[in-house]
């Protein structure tokens, strides 16, 4: 009798420990707060490399000493790659980004004249291509759609074989216009996508010998792929993160 009472009482202070630690207050503090990751920020100054295609045409009129214009035209195409350098700004709390960029390519871009205008064979060939441009952009997190447009210029050599026998040397200087897309890899790596239509300005030469003008006017679509490099010289505000 006396060995159940115990076995009951030691039961029942065991139910009152139980009941007792449920009702006290737990000592552990609330899930530490872990803040999402901030938006990726397109502001910041950028170097990087470009290649890719560059077609269009030469056209060449000469004008034979006041009679009617001759005209000719020549198909062009070729490889033109190069770097890069701009900065980019995305105004705070806005999809805007606005920037600026300058390239400098080489080609070999080139096209030869058919019909001949009377001097033999004759091509023309942009030995190198440099643009100055603004970009606008509105960001959807880590892509970036884009326009541009600006400045361009070009050194473009126009020469002939026999019975001529000419090379004539210009850097000419026009407009560019386009646009592009750019994917952000990581913070600082992203890769483009972008086409360009570039109008040069007028190239005038004359031959030894020759009372006629010509006149070259190039135009070119540039179709390319780049990667860019942007440097954390400027970074975003840090954001606030609550404390408990």
Do not use: C
Not at 64 to 93: D, E, M, T, W
């Amino acid at each position: 009798m006396i060995r159940s009472l115990i076995i009951a009482g030691v039961a029942l202070l065991a139910l009152a420990g139980v009941a007792i630690a449920a009702d006290l207050p737990s000592i552990k503090g609330p899930p530490a707060y872990v803040p999402p990751p901030p938006a990726p920020s397109w502001t910041g100054f950028y170097i990087g490399l470009n290649a890719g295609y560059g077609g269009g045409e030469f056209s060449l009129d000469t004008d034979p000493a006041g009679l009617l214009v001759a005209h000719a035209g020549a198909p062009s195409g070729g490889f033109i790659g190069g770097g890069q350098g701009g900065f980019n700004y995305q105004f705070p709390s806005s999809n805007f980004v606005l920037g600026g960029e300058a390239d400098f390519a080489g080609s070999t871009v080139q096209g030869t004249y058919s019909p001949p205008p009377g001097l033999g064979t004759v091509s023309s060939k942009l030995d190198w291509l440099g643009t100055a441009r603004a970009r606008l952009g509105l960001a959807f997190g880590n892509i970036l759609p884009y326009v541009t447009g600006g400045f361009a210029y070009g050194r473009v050599d126009t020469f002939g074989g026999a019975p001529a026998g000419f090379s004539i040397d210009q850097t000419l200087t026009g407009w560019t216009a386009g646009a592009g897309l750019e994917y952000a890899i990581t913070h600082n790596l992203s890769f483009k996508t972008e086409y360009l239509y570039v109008d040069l300005s007028n190239q005038n030469f004359q031959v030894a010998g020759s009372p006629n003008t010509h006149t070259v006017h190039p135009t070119l679509n540039v179709v390319r792929a780049g990667l860019d490099w942007k440097f954390d010289w400027i970074a975003p505000p840090t954001p606030v993160v609550a404390k408990y």
